[in-house]
């Protein structure tokens, strides 16, 4: 299925290990991506640090605001202490795209132990924030970012919940052009399993002496995927 | 590690498909099981359907209340609307014991979409009714009952969450004795995870045209297993 390649996917906090790492799959699929970060030296660094790598469309550091307004869907991949100031930030310029939370709500020092906010998840926060017209997706909590900064196979699927399917869809097609296997997973109501299962696969690689515990799903023979045209 | 048979099993709820699926694996592995029901009667029918399988240890069949009261483990494999009711029908003979909750909290008709009960999940809800001092543990959501029923193997892990290192102990041999490979998944606010996994799962199915859609822990390559031993 052809994939849309005029869209230009924000990354914001992409100055952290992972925004970088889905940013830099991205640039190298040949897709126009901005940096967005607080600080707009360090968004230019990381842009140019991803653009070493000579990818099909030059990599630009914004602001996460001119990042967001630049951009048709808007990743936001901030530490979550940092989530309801960025979208407070990016707020009015995100009528009409889609935002794709990545945002696990951890809460030091206890990371092993599941505490959602109030709202149910970060993403369900962000709809509240945003209002209940907003289109959200939320997806790739269950990846290191070691994996994401290799070139390699990642042994992970991608769980992908959102507002709507036609969201999830564009989700999907974003967790495939980062060389990444996604399922659709639900309304947005489930990402509180999604970013959950993150404190459990931090307890896992503690008790079990790993580093990179992911999720498989089986018993799907015939994965006869939903469309994921982007129509965006 | 060898495990201490001596102790014996209440399956609350064992009437129905996945109670009986997990009384019968545990039946077949040399455990004294006692299958439970409101209805006495359907209790010993189970029973008697699974002794036709010439298992070590002669199943028995009581009434919820009896059941519990017999057995040094009580696993609670009851329809979500049934919840609360049985936990308060056993809750006097509990003292001591381990509850082990099989319980997932779906709200028909809307099966796909994660919806925690105001406690968080259906385990933390029977901690509520409890009290603080129980031990229990969460485990079993994420398989599929025709998956318990045959004597194959299972591609698909069980996560098993708990109020202490122990309880979880005590489920993850549980877990092995019925033929299935178990992981400690943290603290029993992590059973909202698995719980909701389930609808995910649900979802997966749907989607993409399977039926025992499961989820396998991927990046372990030295699974360690933590201590298994019932000290019980």
Redesign the interface.
Known sequence: METDKRWTIAVLGGTGKEGKGLASRWAKAGLSVVIGSRNIDRAKEAAAEINSAKCPISVQGKDNLNAARAADIVVLSVPYSAHRETLETVKSVLQGKILVDVTVPLVPPKV?????PPA?SAALEAREILGDTAEIASAFQNISFEHLQGDHEI??DV?VTGTSKETRAVALDLVSQAGLAG?????L??S??AE??T???I???K????????????????????SREITK
């Open positions: 092993t132990k599941v505490q959602m149910g042994g992970c769980l399922w659709d997973a639900g309304p109501e489930n509180m399993v959950g299962l404190s459990i696969l307890h896992i690689n008790i079990y002496g790993a580093n990179h515990a992911g999720i498989k799903i089986t018993g799907v023979p015939d994965k006869n995927q939903p």
